[in-house]
């Protein structure tokens, strides 16, 4: 499989309530947030166009969390605590699924790219346009 080759992922929370699916490469490259609130959650991400997202279950069990600014979402489970994706601020118009949140059997490796979260003004330029 090239490093292009795009799959339907599917992934979830820990409890299992809510699960989505993405369309995604099998060799993703993830962003490693180093912000309070991703460093926090150990989130990874993988930010993707929103059509290539959808929500399978769980729409009733999602809360959403919102600071500074307001612009990112920060969805998580209501019942377990795990957020599996949100809106992200850099691209509002896009999702960021976390990649621990993903079941293993399409991901066919993990790469990870530090980003300085902590610094985000001078680094949201940085961080990887979403593609298709």
């Not at 960021?96 to 991901?107: A, I």
């Amino acid at each position: 499989m090239r490093a292009s080759s795009t799959v339907t992922h599917t992934g979830g929370c820990h409890c299992g309530r809510v699960r989505f699916e993405v369309d995604a490469p099998a060799r993703i490259v993830a962003e490693e947030c180093n912000c309070s609130i991703c460093s926090k959650s150990g989130y990874l991400h993988l930010i993707a166009p929103l059509k290539n997202f959808r929500l399978l279950a769980g729409a009733d069990a999602i809360e959403t969390y919102t600071f500074n600014t307001g612009v990112a979402r920060h969805t998580f489970c209501r019942r377990c605590g795990v957020k599996s994706f949100y809106t992200p601020r850099s691209h509002p118009d896009g999702v960021s699924v976390n990649v621990r949140c993903l079941d293993s059997q399409t991901v066919q490796s993990v790469a990870t790219r530090a980003f300085d979260g902590q610094n985000w003004e001078l680094n949201a330029s940085k961080l990887s346009p979403i593609s298709d």
